[in-house]
């Protein structure tokens, strides 16, 4: 599986959203996203610019070695514009594998490790008696844990 095309799409009203969509000799995709709020322009260059000229030709196969390559080989290391690049490239190559191997990439990374969550009922109160009375009423339905954040101080 050779990386053969990426694209960096930019979406959104105020183009905030980037994802970066690699597709392969044989025809699988994987999407990451590579979104850096209040930058991400600066990411897409990064991307379309020095990353994906790197990748295309790649072993999609080869996801720790593209990780280990793209961090250590960075003139800009450990920066948020360049890790928000290689968690994207990260994040589409897991896709592809666990589309080739027709398993969700949770499985693929070592399976659930829940089989269910409690719910917890989070209110927010105008009043300190209101947020006791609330809290009092939650407790007695029997929903579980619950998280108070009273609107007044103390």
Aim: hydrophobic share 40%; charged share 20%; glycine share 10%.
């Amino acid at each position: 599986m050779i990386i053969d095309k990426a694209e960096v799409v930019v979406t959104s009203p105020d183009r905030n959203f980037v994802t970066l969509k690699l597709t392969t000799d044989d025809g699988v995709t994987g999407l990451g996203d590579a979104t850096l709020n209040g930058r991400e322009l600066a990411v897409v260059a990064y991307l379309s610019e020095h990353v994906v000229p790197l990748l295309i030709g790649s072993d999609a196969s080869r996801i720790e070695d593209a990780w280990q390559f793209l961090y250590r080989s960075a003139y800009w290391r450990r920066g948020p514009v360049t890790m928000a690049a290689i968690a994207a490239v990260d994040m589409a190559l897991w896709d592809i594998k666990g589309k080739t191997a027709g398993m969700p990439v949770y499985q693929l990374l070592g399976g659930a490790s829940r089989s269910g969550c409690s719910p917890t009922a989070t209110r927010r109160a105008r009043s300190c008696p209101s947020c006791s009375t609330r809290s009092a009423t939650i407790s007695r339905r029997g929903t579980g844990p619950s998280a108070s954040r009273p609107a007044c101080p103390g």
